[in-house]
């Protein structure tokens, strides 16, 4: 899938508080070897640099569109091609971070353990994943793609909701993990412009299923989309829009 970074970025700050909440939960002091996987445009991998400036961190994301980005906004930084299917440390990391990317792989029963046999004894495997898939702007998708001429070609895309219940992850890691911390927290997001709901997700989930439509279909099926989220979630009488979000955070310390 393509990146439109800009349109990512367009919520940088609701987007980047996620980040700094799981990064303020990790307790290493001062590991040697730090990855951000699935590091995007890397403002992220850049606040992993300010807690720990004389670690070697590097940001991984599969993303030729993020990864340009990342190297233009953070030329200092160490960035490179990779996917979190197969990716291999050598040798393992102190830390293993990842924000807001490992819902968009599945088979999480095989992923988890596999990437926190990267992780050091001792060090930290943190995760942050969305878990607002049954919430208007991510059902509205399907109900959208359902409804028009573009519904053969959106259906087939339509998957299970990525990210599983918190605790499918508590019995996956705790036979690995000396320490375990596992929270969700809904951010109720205050956004403002013309539905902003649709912008977000524009951005991310929604992304897949317009580029697989061209011209009247795309349009028309952004439209239904649209129309949808906007009754969803209705401006404030300030014009503003509240946008709760739900995310689910882990954080592990592999045994010694
Ligand atoms: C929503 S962005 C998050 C970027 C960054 N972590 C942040 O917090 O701003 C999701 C990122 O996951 C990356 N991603 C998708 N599939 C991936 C995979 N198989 N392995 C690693 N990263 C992946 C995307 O390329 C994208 O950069």
């Given at each position: 899938?393509?990146w439109d970074?800009?349109?990512?970025l ?16 990790i ?7 730090v990855?951000?996987?699935g ?5 992220v991998?850049a606040?992993?640099?300010?807690r720990w400036?004389?670690a ?19 030329p200092t930084?160490a ?5 979190a299917?197969?990716?291999k440390?050598e040798p ?17 029963a095989?992923l988890?353990?596999?990437?926190f046999e990267q992780v050091?004894?001792?060090g930290?495997?943190?995760v ?12 509205s ?7 028009g001429p573009w519904?053969?070609?959106l259906?087939?895309?339509l998957?299970?909701p990525?990210t ?7 019995d ?18 205050i956004?403002?412009?013309?539905n902003p ?6 951005g991310?989930?929604?992304?897949p ?13 952004e ?6 989220v ?6 404030m ?5 509240a946008f709760?979000f739900?995310?689910?955070?882990l ?5 010694a």
């Amino acid at each position: 899938m393509t990146w439109d970074t800009s349109q990512y970025l367009k919520f940088a700050d609701h987007r980047l508080r996620p980040a700094i909440d799981l990064l303020g939960r990790i307790a290493a002091d001062a590991p040697g070897r730090v990855v951000d996987l699935g590091c995007g445009a890397g403002n992220v991998t850049a606040l992993l640099t300010a807690r720990w400036p004389d670690a070697g961190i590097l940001g991984l994301d599969p993303s030729p569109e993020m990864l340009e980005r990342a190297r233009a906004d953070h030329p200092t930084l160490a960035f490179e091609v990779a996917d979190a299917a197969s990716w291999k440390a050598e040798p393992s990391v102190d830390v293993l971070y990842s924000n807001a990317a490992l819902h968009w792989l599945d088979d999480h029963a095989t992923l988890f353990p596999r990437l926190f046999e990267q992780v050091a004894p001792g060090g930290w495997l943190a995760v942050q994943m969305p878990r607002n898939f049954t919430a208007p702007s991510h059902t509205s998708v399907a109900a959208a793609a359902a409804d028009g001429p573009w519904k053969a070609t959106l259906e087939p895309m339509l998957s299970d909701p990525p990210t599983h219940e918190p605790g499918f992850y508590v019995d996956l890691l705790s036979p690995m993990a000396d320490l375990l911390d596992v929270w969700e927290t809904e951010y109720i997001q205050i956004l403002e412009g013309e539905n902003p709901v649709a912008e977000w997700t524009k951005g991310t989930w929604l992304r897949p299923f317009l580029a697989a439509l061209d011209g009247d279909a795309r349009d028309g099926f952004e439209a239904a989309y649209r129309k949808r989220v906007r009754a969803a979630y209705p401006p404030m009488p300030d014009g503003r829009t509240a946008f709760p979000f739900r995310r689910l955070f882990l954080v592990a310390r592999r045994k010694a």
